[in-house]
């Protein structure tokens, strides 16, 4: 089998070559990308791209289709009324938590499910305790491994806000949170807070959120959860 006469540089240089070939971008195209790439993290919609660009909609259509074969940009769905359908971005950004509504959010709608579980994890958490910091209540959070993202201090600082709200719990000192105190008829209930299943199950270390063996699918867990 006969070889090239061609080096190895030339060869890689035609390589090179053919990939910015298949790289590039019509003058729309680019007038577009730079449009969606100038908005960083807060992405843009189709409307707004069509007034920045003064391009008829079926170009922009058009361009929309090709940027994202090429993996140029991504779609991003928000919580807010013009991010309903979608926004553009670049997919070298991750969309800001102004956008996307942060971590209890998916798809731009509040993951309900998640969040009650969270909670009612929490206020077991504080009631052992009596009174419980942010950083041991997240750190009980990502032990039972309940949820598929790691929660961040901000994230768990929003949720124990709102259970201020709700009147579950209260504020004890600058980091600390302890349950409020609502009567007999009001109290939580004790017995069954202190019988999440996680802490004594004999499989903890093989579940996970996405595994057979799942918060997701413990039918002990489930009944836990309907106290």
Same mark, same amino acid.
């Given at each position: ?50 007034? %920045?660009?003064?391009?008829?909609? $079926? *170009?922009? =259509? &058009?361009?929309? !289709?090709?940027?994202? /074969?090429?993996? #140029? ?84 600082? %929003?949720?124990?806000?709102?259970? $201020? *709200?709700? =009147? &579950?719990?209260? !504020?004890?000192?600058? /980091?600390?949170? #302890? ?49």
């Amino acid at each position: 089998m006969s070889r090239s006469s061609e080096g190895p540089s030339v060869l890689k240089h035609k390589r090179q070559d053919y990939g910015s070939q298949a790289d590039t971008l019509t003058e729309h195209e680019r007038r577009i990308y730079d449009a969606i790439r100038s908005t960083k993290d807060m992405g843009i919609n189709k409307q707004a791209i069509k007034r %920045e660009t003064n391009l008829t909609i $079926v *170009l922009v =259509n &058009k361009s929309l !289709k090709t940027l994202v /074969d090429k993996k #140029k940009i991504k779609v991003v769905k928000g919580i807010s009324s013009n991010a309903r359908w979608g926004l553009y971005m670049a997919v070298e950004f991750e969309a800001s938590d102004e956008i996307t509504g942060g971590t209890w959010y998916e798809d731009g709608n509040l993951d309900v499910e998640s969040v009650n579980v969270v909670k009612k994890l929490c206020v077991m958490f504080i009631n052992k305790h009596e009174v419980a910091t942010l950083k041991e209540i997240l750190a009980e959070v990502e032990r039972t491994r309940i949820l598929n993202d790691k929660l961040a201090p901000k994230d768990m600082k %929003e949720l124990l806000q709102a259970l $201020v *709200l709700d =009147n &579950k719990v209260m !504020k004890a000192g600058a /980091d600390g949170y #302890k349950c409020c105190k609502r009567g007999t008829s009001g109290e939580p209930k004790l017995a069954a807070m202190a019988s999440i299943p996680c802490g004594v199950c004999p499989r903890i270390n093989q579940c996970t959120p996405d595994g057979v063996i799942s918060p997701g699918t413990c039918e002990h867990f489930k009944k836990w959860l309907d106290f």
